[in-house]
């Protein structure tokens, strides 16, 4: 990320990927070459290819327009809860249909709940490939709660919302049952956020595995970031563990 110039809070790889892009004329095109100079194991697959405008009404009738919008509200102002989420008419990119079919596990998360996760469920014909694709649903529940989105939610509140938007079921989730030190919960409280309570429980049709996930290493905040980062992360090398046992 530059830190400081006319580029200053850009990562590189955004300017490379927007570069790539304009010489291909296509944004999944950009990103197979990205992947092959650097590399990458797997495949990256954008949900459309389309641009869409993300938009959430809340219970108070207020209408929020724009990612980044809904994203960022201040902390120091009082919000109504999120009622529902819409996004622009999109087709889903026909290569990730694809992989969703062909798919051992679809895993959700972690991730801002409104603005990262639900947006790809929104995509036209998305939720519909989902739930007709025989792999395991997997939800990674949040560790905390976000201002303006996810306030007061516990576990079952994520899993409620995902399959309400999914219009199907979630087969597994995975939530962290470790809260964090009262250091770090007093500086999410400023920010008013909250540690998301594991209660849920498994049951015939859902499997739920409950364990300390959080990651022992302290994110550091690049030079030049602006946007707003979370003091905890899941534990990568715990999670892929856990989704392999499933497997």
Not at 82 to 102: D, E, G, M, V
Not at 164 to 192: C, D, F, M, Q, W
Request: with cysteine; aromatic share 4%; charged share 25%.
């Amino acid at each position: 990320r530059f830190g400081k110039g006319s580029l200053a809070g850009h990562t590189a790889g955004n300017i490379i990927l927007a570069a790539l892009e304009k010489i291909t004329g296509n944004i999944d095109e950009a990103i197979n070459l990205a992947s092959k100079m650097l590399n990458v194991r797997g495949q990256v697959m954008p949900v459309t290819l389309e641009p869409t405008v993300l938009s959430a009404k809340l219970k108070n009738g207020k209408r929020i327009i724009g990612e980044h919008n809904i994203d960022d509200q201040d902390p120091g102002n009082k919000t109504s809860p999120i009622k529902n989420l819409r996004l622009s008419s999109a087709k889903t990119n026909p290569k990730t249909l694809n992989a969703i079919a062909q798919a051992d596990v679809i895993i959700f998360g972690p991730g801002d709940l409104y603005t990262s996760i639900l947006p790809n469920v929104l995509v036209k014909g998305m939720k519909e490939a989902i739930n007709k694709s025989l792999a395991k649903k997997v939800l990674i529940v949040n560790i905390m709660t976000k201002f303006g989105q996810t306030d007061g939610f516990k576990a079952s509140d994520f899993l409620t919302e995902m399959e309400k938007y999914l219009g199907g079921k979630i087969g597994v989730v995975l939530t962290n049952n470790k809260k964090p030190p009262s250091g770090i919960l007093r500086k999410y409280a400023k920010e008013k956020a909250e540690f998301v309570e594991p209660d849920l429980k498994s049951g015939k049709r859902l499997m739920v595995i409950s364990e300390d996930l959080i990651s022992k290493d302290v994110p550091q905040k690049k030079a030049g970031d602006k946007l707003k980062r979370s003091f905890l992360r899941h534990d990568c090398g715990k999670i892929a563990k856990l989704i392999w046992s499933l497997v």
